[in-house]
């Protein structure tokens, strides 16, 4: 029988310079999302508990004692230890940094970063990547492009307009799978993303799992995300 991960890493130790003035005062994880009443790392940690971890690393930055203050009076759904970069380790550095400090470190883990609201089955990503015999697993997602876009016929005609369109690429959704062997490939110091990624991606080890339609997923990077993650909840409300 297929046993699915039950511990998993956050990365929230970014600055959130394009989410002032929320982040001039607390973490950009700590951000809440309108109308909900509840940061954005609370929302992570329900979704990660609903989907059977058990125990999560949070790796802090960027005003950590906000973020430490807060996880320790909430009444949270899962197990949660805090750890602090003493100096900046980079992207890759700091996913190994906080892996360290996982419970069960021959085993597989979860890891996301720290400004994704996300909804969809963990289960089922850890399923895809088990099948693939994958060292790491990508969630993928397909964002609306924030323009209008314009079609044309091969005249040079134009022949419609669509308001936010699907992207045509699909882009890293920042929600991870790691089998435990992942850990020791990481960089000590520097970015995963252009070491240890391309690498598993030229082995072939390194697998993509595309959000099932209709998932909701929204990198809450600016004010605008805030509002229009807002609008959304309200609409599904």
Same mark, same amino acid.
């Given at each position: 029988m297929h046993t699915f991960p039950t511990q998993a890493v956050i990365l929230a130790g970014g600055q959130g310079s394009r989410l002032r003035p929320y982040t001039d005062d607390r973490p950009k994880p700590m951000v809440e999302?309108? %109308?909900?009443g509840t940061p954005i790392i609370g929302h992570q940690l329900s979704w990660l @508990? @609903?989907? &059977?971890?058990? !125990? @999560?690393?949070?790796s802090c930055g960027h005003l950590a004692e906000v973020l430490q203050e807060w996880l320790e009076s909430a009444d949270l759904p899962l197990r949660v230890t805090t750890v602090v970069e003493s100096e900046p380790l980079g992207r890759g550095g700091g996913l190994k940094y906080a892996a360290a400090r996982l419970p069960e470190p021959g +085993?597989?883990?979860y890891a996301t970063n720290g400004d994704i609201w996300t909804r969809f089955s963990l289960r089922e990503m850890a399923e895809f990547h088990a099948e693939r015999d994958a060292t790491a697993t990508l969630a993928l997602a397909r964002p609306r492009i924030p323009w209008g876009a314009v079609e044309t016929d091969a005249? %040079? /005609?134009?022949? !419609?307009?669509?308001?936010?369109p699907p992207s045509p690429y *699909?882009?890293? @959704? %920042?929600?991870?799978?790691?089998s435990?062997?992942?850990? !020791? #490939? #990481?960089?000590?110091? &520097?970015? /995963?993303?252009?070491t240890t990624f391309p690498?598993?991606? +030229?082995?072939? +080890? #390194?697998? &993509?799992?595309?959000?099932?339609? &209709?998932?909701?997923w929204r990198a809450i990077d600016t004010a605008k995300d805030?509002?229009?993650?807002? +609008?959304? *909840?309200?609409a599904h409300a």
């Open positions: 999302i309108p %109308g909900t @508990a @609903a989907e &059977g971890v058990t !125990d @999560a690393v949070v +085993r597989p883990w005249f %040079g /005609h134009i022949t !419609d307009f669509i308001e936010s *699909l882009i890293n @959704a %920042g929600v991870y799978v790691f435990a062997a992942f850990t !020791d #490939l #990481l960089p000590d110091l &520097g970015d /995963h993303e252009r690498r598993l991606a +030229r082995e072939r +080890r #390194l697998a &993509g799992f595309p959000l099932p339609q &209709g998932a909701y805030l509002t229009e993650a807002a +609008r959304e *909840l309200a």
